[in-house]
């Protein structure tokens, strides 16, 4: 099997997958119309959507990806339509075509709907998520991945919208957005998805992951993005367990993390201009 590459783009929220020469550009969590929700409350924030569209125009320009794959919750708003949406998503995607012919969605929780605002090229997938050339798994996060993601060696979420929170010794608090790399363990994800699935089985869950599915289940690298959209709050993932692990957050986390299949704690983060933090069990102590 060819060598596929996974690796943020310098100072960017943006990953770049390539495979034999292919590229493919990923960014997660644009959150379109979330400025809408912030006007409810009194606060006016100008559309964000020229914002985006020119980071991706200056990022598309550089690596050239084949295909753009937006990683779930395109949109703000949950479910419904509101209507202001009606005008900031087909803005977004009126422009991004431009950019990109090629572009394909990966449901978020925030993505009810979404057809009807995106032109008829925008390819969108189940919630589910998809995998690129049975070697990179992605998905956004809120949701078990489908069964032939547990094969790849590389899994990519979105959905959590990691920050790390310093403290300095004056008590000033400064939040920066972070990668997470994470490794996962193929059996306990089986263990997941099976159980997602009613399966009722006896023994190992990686041969009986084989046996349903034809899936070889494997132990992969996991990255979770950073959000695009840089307004957005983020969940701060360096936070005390007794202090900041709300409900809340759990509900961030979705399922996969969740379940423990991914080794969180040790996962490593790092910030956009590549800069190794540490382990996330060891970035506790900052935020104290
Ligand atoms: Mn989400």
Known sequence: M????????ADQPALLLENQGERVL??????????????????HVPSQVPRLL?????????????????????????????????????????????????????????????????PPSVKISTSEGISLWNTVGLFHGHAWPSPPLLGCKNLVMGHLHPVVVFKDPLGFRITRQAWVRAKSSGQKLAEG??????????????????KKYGVKVVDADCVIMPS????????????????????LYKEYMGPVLRSGAVDFENGEAYLFDGTFLGRVHDLRKLAQ
């Open 2 to 9: 060819s060598e596929t590459i996974v690796k943020p783009v």
């Open 26 to 43: 990923v960014v997660a969590d644009l959150h379109l119309g979330w400025e809408v929700s912030l006007s409810h409350q009194g606060i």
């Open 54 to 118: 020119e980071r991706l125009r200056n990022i598309v320009n550089n690596v050239h990806p084949r295909q753009l794959i937006l990683l779930g919750d395109v949109k703000h708003a949950v479910a419904k339509v509101e209507l202001e949406e009606w005008k900031y998503v087909p803005e977004f995607f009126e422009g991004l075509v431009e950019i990109i012919p090629d572009i394909q969605v990966v449901p978020g929780n925030h993505d009810g709907n979404l057809e009807p605002l995106t």
């Open 193 to 210: 998805v099976l159980k997602h699935d009613s399966s009722k089985y006896e023994g190992d869950p990686v041969d009986e992951y084989a």
């Open 228 to 247: 695009f959209n840089d307004y957005l709050g983020g969940q701060p993932i360096n936070r005390a367990l007794t202090e900041g692990w709300t409900d």
